[in-house]
């Protein structure tokens, strides 16, 4: 099935062993069953994509559930990919894991852990002020931020404490290993960003779709 990608949810890692006795550390993806809900065509909208769903939503407000009422579901997370041919779609269709075959390069995009209020040592590995000639407080110090005279500023973008992680974060060149289609399994080797049972969008590195 030609679609670039599908969404799905971070398990958590595990180790493979292969058939001649080399060992994996992969990464095991629930990549749906995700659910049509809308068909983006040229005519009407400008571009060309496929809308699909993903987890089913609590609650949903009027116009959600509205525009999911055709696909027959009410789905928490919407995304939108790109498809080769538009008539191998229909809105409510399902599609799994099997639209991903072993040995292709896809990349992983999901948000990294949220680590709140850091300080420069641990945001940006800055190694601290000297610990002797009684500095006994700079221990995790950032230093200088700028000169006060001339530009009188912080510059923009200066590396200094605050919050740190819930980014969103893309690793590419990922291969995949494994795909068990009968429990929406994929597994990629190596690791992709987030924390077990968040979001991921995962999609083919090539244009082969």
């Given at each position: 099935?030609?679609?670039?990608?599908?969404?799905?949810?971070?398990?958590?890692?595990?180790?493979?062993?292969?058939?001649?006795?080399?060992?994996?550390?992969?990464?095991?993806?629930?990549?749906?069953?995700?659910?049509?809900?809308?068909?983006?065509?040229?005519?009407?909208?400008?571009?060309?994509?496929?809308?699909?769903?993903?987890?089913?939503?609590?609650?949903?407000?009027?116009?959600?559930?509205?525009?999911?009422?055709?696909?027959g579901g009410r789905f928490r997370h919407l995304q939108e990919f790109k498809a080769s041919d538009l008539s191998e779609f229909e809105v409510?269709?399902?599609?799994?894991?099997?639209?991903?075959?072993?040995?292709?390069?896809?990349?992983?995009?999901?948000?990294?852990?949220?680590?709140?209020?850091?300080?420069?040592?641990?945001?940006?590995?800055?190694?601290?002020?000297?610990?002797?000639?009684?500095?006994?407080?700079?221990?995790?110090?950032?230093?200088?931020?700028?000169?006060?005279?001339?530009?009188?500023?912080?510059?923009?973008?200066?590396?200094?404490?605050?919050?740190?992680?819930?980014?969103?974060?893309?690793?590419?060149?990922?291969?995949?290993?494994?795909?068990?289609?009968?429990?929406?399994?994929?597994?990629?080797?190596?690791?992709?960003?987030?924390?077990?049972?968040?979001?991921?969008?995962?999609?083919?590195?090539?244009?082969?779709?």
């Amino acid at each position: 099935m030609g679609i670039q990608g599908l969404l799905g949810r971070k398990v958590g890692m595990t180790t493979l062993y292969n058939e001649d006795g080399t060992v994996d550390a992969v990464t095991a993806i629930e990549t749906g069953p995700c659910v049509v809900t809308q068909v983006r065509t040229d005519t009407r909208d400008g571009y060309e994509a496929i809308q699909i769903g993903f987890l089913d939503a609590k609650r949903l407000n009027k116009p959600a559930a509205g525009h999911q009422q055709r696909s027959g579901g009410r789905f928490r997370h919407l995304q939108e990919f790109k498809a080769s041919d538009l008539s191998e779609f229909e809105v409510g269709q399902s599609i799994d894991a099997a639209v991903f075959e072993v040995g292709e390069t896809v990349s992983v995009s999901g948000k990294t852990r949220g680590r709140g209020f850091a300080g420069g040592v641990r945001r940006h590995g800055f190694h601290g002020g000297p610990k002797t000639h009684g500095q006994s407080d700079r221990h995790r110090a950032p230093g200088s931020i700028g000169a006060g005279s001339s530009p009188g500023r912080v510059w923009k973008g200066t590396r200094m404490a605050g919050h740190m992680g819930n980014n969103k974060v893309t690793t590419r060149g990922l291969k995949i290993v494994m795909v068990d289609p009968e429990r929406n399994i994929v597994m990629v080797r190596g690791s992709v960003p987030g924390a077990r049972n968040t979001l991921v969008r995962i999609e083919r590195a090539n244009n082969n779709y």
